[in-house]
């Protein structure tokens, strides 16, 4: 005997109900992030340093009828960093989904970084992201209530060819690991631990490496950068109650940049 009836999984992406929190949503992947978690339904805490920005996100999340409330935010900051979600229960309730993105690149050589460099980015790389995702996890497990955790790591975390960025390379590979082990702590609350490793894709952080480096996209087969929109099934795929099983996974988004 069969089952005609639709798997959860073909059904359309309905987040409605959901509360996600983006970190470094003023601008490239982070804005896209939150755009497209509002388009489905979820209501967006947009977390960032920039706050003009956020306010212009939410106007336009507002105006396409979704929610969005901005909030400050840098991730370095460790005390605000364990506040920011009391902001997002103010505003909608209890965030359900964290979409850790905040990140800076280095683009130094290991031997010419200073040591407040070295901590800078570890602390907006790493510590940031492990510290928020623990106190996002702490509420939902006293709240009783499963959530989605997406971590934003980077193909450099498996490729790095020694021209500068070893410190972003190993925060990446960390973040990754990070996504495995917390994945299997927290999998019998039912929270979920996942993590995107885009390629080159265009943003602001990515302007900046072109202008340092040229144009690399002659090096890539498809010779382009890839674009934020072709992010958006995977983030809202690893955020869908639908993909309950699927924890502790890094997908690789490179457009077949990345060596192998």
């Known amino acids: 005997m069969t089952n005609d009836a639709p798997s959860p999984a073909a059904a359309?992406?309905?987040l409605s109900g959901q509360v996600a929190?983006?970190?470094?949503a003023s601008s490239g992947l982070g804005r896209r992030f939150a755009t497209t978690l509002a388009a489905h339904g979820a209501a967006v805490v947009a977390a960032a340093r920039r706050v003009e920005r956020l306010e212009e996100l939410a106007k336009e999340i507002d105006a396409a009828g979704g929610?969005?409330?901005p909030v400050a935010l840098d991730v370095t900051d460790a005390d605000r960093l364990l506040t920011v979600l009391d902001d997002a229960e103010a505003a909608f309730g209890t965030a359900t989904i964290l979409v850790n993105n905040a990140g800076?690149?280095?683009a130094q050589r290991a031997t010419k970084m200073s040591v407040d460099f070295i901590d800078q980015v570890l602390d907006t790389n790493l510590r940031g992201p492990y510290v928020l995702a623990c106190d996002f996890a702490r509420r939902l497990i006293a709240a009783k209530q499963p959530g989605r955790i997406v971590n934003i790591s980077s193909m450099g975390a498996f490729n790095y060819t020694g021209n500068g960025a070893a410190l972003y390379?190993?925060?990446?590979a960390a973040i990754n690991r990070m996504t495995e082990a917390l994945a299997v702590e927290w999998s019998q609350f039912h929270i979920n631990v996942n993590s995107i490793a885009p390629g080159a894709f265009a943003s602001e952080m990515m302007d900046g490496m072109l202008g340092r480096m040229g144009d690399i996209t002659q090096y890539f087969p498809r010779r382009r950068l890839g674009q934020p929109e072709q992010m958006d099934s995977t983030l809202l795929y690893l955020c869908d109650p639908a993909s309950e099983c699927v924890t502790?996974?890094?997908i690789k988004i490179d457009d077949g940049q990345g060596a192998r």
């Open 12 to 14: 359309p992406i309905d």
């Open 21 to 24: 929190l983006v970190t470094g």
């Open 67 to 69: 929610r969005c409330h």
């Open 104 to 106: 800076i690149p280095d």
């Open 169 to 172: 390379s190993i925060t990446k």
């Open 248 to 250: 502790g996974t890094v």
